[in-house]
């Protein structure tokens, strides 16, 4: 029996508006609705609710084995999945949410994204969210589906070509690179402040060493938190965010074209995990609502052990971080437990572990149960290459992770290498 309402017919300024279907628990109660609204419009994407009747609900709980007594509104979200998954409402990408303090909500959203996945193509992401949730921290996971949906053609590019460049402007770094011909001629880095002018240096830094003038660069690439502010000054001719941009380069530098891939980035400020399959994500999630799960963490664990963060991760390899007992879920209180036990005679070695340990636990523990572990994985970003944290995501997940070639410019290479398009 058909039951699902709100499919009339789309006018032509509609159809050019990517659909996306919420299925969530709580946004309302947890003041967050109106947050993803806003991030939804900014893209110029239609969010929608598929809209179920009771009878619906309660055959599609008493078909997936759910108690509906426990939750009237995971009851409802789980049936609104399978509305989606059965093609019973029009949709061209999924946002999944629920609040990230709910164990069974966070059940529940696996499931759903496992649903959906099975029976569609869909892109869906994934956000557990918080009560102080803003649009615009929404706003990179609205444009990726957005981008997913629109710009699979770009997504689809194989080889760089020509002379390019990207700039990945960061919460805490800025990153150029330039590449000519599928080859990176020079990249470089610097510690993000005056967003603009960080950007400016670090470009001008990257054409230096790649031995180029500016007005040789023929197409320019932007992504990173400040990417739309970098991309006008430069008009820049991509602008993208950083999810589809960060899985199409690790493949890319991973030297996997084809097939699937997990891609890991723990960020200095948020976390990205992204499944992809030949480089074009099919899920992915963030988090940021602790930096105990950060580059942060990293950061003031190495400055308490008097080392930078790269030696402290050659500590880490020297240390068992099981002698050292860690709060995983909050950057104050870890970097107590450090303390406390360096003040007690612990080793900087273990210390070290340890941090690394934390930081992986915690990933694992607010990402990995939104998104299926895939082989390969592909570890990028800055704290790839911090060594012990590399080491400890693959024992925590009981295989080998890739590090490949330029993982801290992972963002510049992949905004050079899809801004080729525009030549």
């Given amino acids: 029996m058909f039951r699902i309402m709100g499919k009339a017919k789309k006018t032509p300024q509609e159809e050019e508006r990517i659909r996306i279907a919420q299925i969530s628990c709580g946004t309302l109660y947890g003041n967050v609705q109106q947050e993803i609204e806003k991030a939804a419009e900014e893209v110029g994407a239609e969010l929608f609710v598929p809209e179920v009747d009771l009878d619906y609900v309660a055959e599609k709980v008493d078909e997936f084995g759910y108690d509906m007594k426990k939750s009237l509104g995971l009851s409802v979200a789980l049936a609104r999945g399978f509305a989606v998954a059965e093609g019973l409402t029009e949709a061209d990408a999924v946002f999944v949410a629920g609040c990230h303090k709910c164990s069974r909500g966070a059940v529940i959203r696996n499931e759903i994204r496992r649903i959906i996945q099975e029976q569609t193509k869909l892109p869906i992401v994934m956000y557990p969210f918080s009560e102080r949730t803003k649009a615009g921290v929404l706003l990179t996971r609205m444009e990726a589906l957005v981008t997913i949906v629109k710009r699979r053609w770009i997504l689809e590019r194989k080889r760089q070509e020509g002379l390019t460049a990207g700039i990945d402007s960061g919460s805490t770094t800025t990153k150029a690179a330039i590449m000519q011909d599928n080859e990176v001629l020079g990249a470089t880095w610097t510690h993000t402040r005056e967003v603009v002018k960080t950007a400016e240096k670090v470009f001008a830094d990257a054409l ?20 739309h502010v970098v991309g006008e000054h430069f008009n820049a001719d991509l602008v993208q965010e950083e ?10 530098l991973a ?27 099919d899920n992915f999630t963030m988090g940021g609502i602790c930096a105990g799960a950060s580059g942060r963490f990293l950061e003031m664990t190495a400055r308490r052990l008097g080392v930078d963060v790269v030696e402290m991760g050659k500590l880490a390899l020297e240390g068992d971080p099981y002698k050292i007992k860690t709060d995983s879920y909050c950057i104050v209180f870890g970097i107590q437990d450090l303390v406390a036990a360096l003040s007690s005679g612990a080793r900087k070695e273990d210390v070290a572990a340890a941090a690394c340990h934390s930081v992986v636990e915690q990933v694992k523990e607010q990402l990995l149960q939104e998104i299926d572990l895939r082989h390969p994985a592909i570890e990028v970003g800055g704290t790839a290459l911090v060594e012990g944290v590399p080491a400890a995501m693959s024992d925590v997940l009981g295989f080998d992770v890739i590090v490949p070639r330029y993982p801290q410019y992972i963002g510049a290479i992949g905004g050079a290498l899809l801004s080729s398009s525009f030549r």
């Fill in 208 to 227: 230096e060493i790649a031995g180029v003038q500016k007005d040789e660069i023929e197409a320019l690439g932007t992504t990173g938190y400040g990417r």
């Fill in 243 to 252: 999810l589809t941009v960060n899985s199409k380069a690790a493949m890319y």
């Fill in 255 to 281: 030297g996997i074209e084809k097939g699937e891939a997990m891609i890991i980035d723990i960020g200095g400020m948020d976390n990205k995990i992204i499944t992809a399959y030949d480089g074009i994500p």
